[in-house]
């Protein structure tokens, strides 16, 4: 791969004329923390490309209601700012009649989504709005029914799957994930168990995860926010990394369970 390096004002600058999405003052994601031969008459030589301070950050805000038979509809939000707008704006980009329509959550396996909108898609520096309507039918079993709160957040499966790695593990950026989820039940629903409010930390310290949960009445909101500090892990942390998202997963994919009055 062949791209161009510019050196302005003190900050160096990684363009990718291949890449449409990645605008100047980020560097194309594949690139961070790798190493490269800088073709320079007077200079030439290898340097380490840096991490350059961008996040991959993305807020979700989902509001949803749950009839009397345990139909589910709502509307998802999602705003996605840096790395994370890059990764869902090749996605949008690539096809734009499906984008948002499909998702590999197994959360999502009894969601239907109804409609997509799309806004900041053109411009380097605007949030980047994903607006997606969508409805389910829960299944009831033995008269409880549990309810997913983690709806495309995509934070139920964990990507270290493997006993062991050689490799030191780069993210390429830090990552700042919040889901604010609000449900409306139907008064003939009560919450038989919920999710209590915790914290977890990595032995580092870099990597939190929170959970608030709150009932008012009918309602139920729920607060997740993820936020990992460090763009790259060595093999030997490897075994910390995987045991944090391990129980990171297994949060997300605790639901809420209803039974009826």
């Not at 890059?86 to 989504?113: C, D, I, N, Q």
């Not at 409880?144 to 709806?151: F, W």
Request: aromatic letters at 10%.
């Amino acid at each position: 791969l062949t791209v161009a390096s510019i050196d302005l004002q003190s900050k160096r600058y990684i363009l990718d004329a291949t890449d449409p999405t990645t605008p100047a003052h980020i560097i194309p994601p594949a690139l961070v923390h790798t190493r490269a031969f800088l073709v320079d008459r007077k200079m030439p030589g290898f340097f380490q490309i840096p991490d350059n301070g961008i996040t991959e950050s993305s807020t979700i805000n989902l509001m949803s209601s749950i009839d009397a038979a345990g139909k589910l509809n709502g509307e998802a939000t999602i705003y996605d700012l840096g790395y994370a707008k890059l990764s869902r704006l090749s996605e949008y980009l690539h096809a734009p009649k499906t984008y948002g329509f499909k998702w590999s959550s197994p959360a999502m396996a009894l969601v239907k989504v109804d409609h997509v909108e799309v806004d900041g898609a053109q411009g380097d520096s605007s949030i980047l709005q994903t607006r997606i309507g969508f409805h389910g039918e829960l299944t009831s079993t033995g008269g409880y029914i549990p309810v997913r709160y983690d709806l495309f957040s995509e934070m139920d499966q964990n990507p270290f799957t493997s006993e062991l790695r050689m490799s030191d593990i780069n993210f390429g950026s830090r990552r700042s994930f919040t889901l604010n989820a609000d449900h409306d039940l139907d008064p003939s629903w009560m919450v038989e168990t919920m999710p209590k409010n915790l914290k977890l930390v990595s032995p580092d310290q870099s990597m939190t995860l929170t959970r608030l949960v709150r009932q008012d009445g009918q309602n139920l909101s729920i607060v997740l926010k993820f936020e990992c500090t460090r763009t790259r892990y060595l093999a030997a942390e490897y075994d910390e990394v995987r045991g944090f998202y391990r129980k990171m997963v297994e949060v997300f994919s605790e639901p809420v369970m209803l039974k009826k009055r």
